[in-house]
């Protein structure tokens, strides 16, 4: 079965929200003229475009063509307050290490 609606890429999407924010056309024609599928999902492309400038969502989803996260752990991008937790971590995991290490040394 055919969806009757169609799958708009993110610039699309932006294209559409920034008509509607224009306020040159009502929300139901906006609806009709673009075949959006819900009021409910114009109304979540538009809360998004206003928090973030796009409607880019990105709740887990992956797929080819989507932006890349930064690695954080990579030191020479990290910031200075990244860079302070990490080093934290990595100690906290050492002496984590070492604990574990004595206790089965005690065990044996």
Request: charged content about 40%; glycine content about 4%; overall charge positive.
């Amino acid at each position: 079965m055919k969806n009757k609606y169609p799958k708009y890429t993110t610039e699309e999407k932006n294209k559409i929200v920034e008509e509607y924010l224009q306020g040159l056309i009502s929300r139901k024609n906006l609806l009709e003229k673009y075949k959006v599928a819900s009021d409910s999902m114009l109304v979540r492309w538009v809360d998004q475009y206003r928090r973030t400038g796009t409607t880019y969502d990105n709740r887990g989803k992956s797929s080819a063509g989507r932006p890349k996260k930064k690695n954080s752990l990579i030191p020479e991008e990290m910031t200075r307050e990244e860079l302070i937790q990490y080093v934290k971590a990595v100690e906290d995991l050492k002496k984590f290490l070492a604990y574990q290490r004595e206790q089965k040394k005690n065990t044996d």
